[in-house]
């Protein structure tokens, strides 16, 4: 199975690249199934309910969202009808909405697709290891679940290493979100499941982590309020990943894509032998 992950989109530039290459891209590569995430779409803070929907018109079968989720708190009555809008598995009981959910791809096959959110230097929250390993118990692979892709939202490498090698051979995938920085460190774990700790935004690289300079730079050099923070308006860099399963589930390649903006494009090759 070929499964296409993109990391968080920033803005409008972010949003209007995604929306305006994923049909294309999802063509051009013969993803099965198609993960975005979301939670900086809104002006950098948050999704809006109609961004969700064109997100979804435009090749999205799921979106994820992170720290962020609520930031636009039109999106908590959405949730709770949206099953194909998830927030952080690991927020406390009775949080609207669901932290994963089973998917079935055109053919008819089935992919699990989890987000946990990261303890480090991030808001306290439950134990994303005890909530991964708790959802593991209802939904193994193998048993009708073709492949199990796990976006972790969180700032720490370290805490995103341990994680996926904690889960190692039991999902598909374990990659990263939230740093909105690329990393080169793709590759598959002995176990199988593939790993990058963090896959980069849908934004402008003009930017600090996708805001304008000028601000983002005030808020180090001055402990004074400034502007508000806004997200970069140049040309877009579409960050993400792509990730090939076995009949059994387990990874064969995964691969970073990396398209349009200040970013050097590299796109996905044809599927490496596993
Ligand atoms: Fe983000
Ligand atoms: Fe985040």
């Known amino acids: 199975m070929r499964l296409l992950i993109l990391g968080d989109l920033v803005g409008r530039a972010g949003r209007n690249a995604v929306i305006e290459k994923l049909p294309a891209l999802r063509e051009d590569l013969a993803a099965d199934f198609v993960a975005v995430n979301a939670e900086n779409a809104s002006h950098g803070f948050g999704l809006a309910p109609e961004m969700a929907d064109a997100l979804f018109a435009a090749g999205a079968d799921a979106i994820t969202l992170g720290n962020h989720a609520w930031d636009r708190k039109e999106i908590i009555p959405y949730i709770a009808q949206e099953k194909r809008l998830l927030r952080p598995l690991n927020f406390p009981p009775g949080t609207p909405g669901a932290g994963a959910a089973v998917f079935t791809t055109r053919d008819g096959r089935k992919v699990l697709l989890a987000q946990v959110m990261g303890r480090l230097f991030m808001d306290p929250l439950d134990d994303p290891f005890r909530a991964l390993e708790e959802l593991l118990s209802r939904h193994r692979l193998g048993n009708g679940l073709h492949a199990a892709l796990?976006?972790?939202?969180?700032?720490?490498?370290?805490?995103?290493?341990?994680?996926?090698?904690?889960?190692?051979?039991?999902?598909?995938?374990?990659?990263?979100?939230?740093?909105?920085?690329p990393t080169a460190d793709h590759?598959?774990?002995?176990?199988?499941?593939?790993?990058?700790?963090?896959?980069?935004?849908?934004g402008d690289y003009n930017s600090v982590i996708g805001m304008a300079k000028e601000p983002a730079i005030l808020r180090f050099t001055r402990k004074m309020p400034g502007d508000r923070l806004a997200p970069a308006e140049g040309p877009a860099t579409i960050c993400g990943a792509l990730i090939e399963t076995d009949a059994a589930g387990r990874a064969t390649s995964i691969q970073p894509l990396r398209?349009?903006?200040?970013?050097?494009?590299?796109?996905p090759g044809p599927a490496a032998v596993g």
């Not at 490498?157 to 190692?168: G, I, L, N, R, Y």
């Not at 590759?187 to 849908?202: R, S």
Request: hydrophobic share 45%; glycine share 14%; net charge negative.
């Open 259 to 267: 398209l349009g903006g200040r970013l050097a494009t590299v796109m």
């Open 187 to 202: 590759h598959i774990l002995p176990g199988g499941t593939a790993y990058m700790t963090d896959l980069g935004m849908c």
């Open 150 to 181: 796990i976006d972790f939202h969180g700032e720490a490498t370290s805490e995103k290493m341990a994680f996926a090698h904690a889960f190692d051979g039991r999902v598909s995938a374990v990659v990263g979100t939230h740093t909105h920085i």
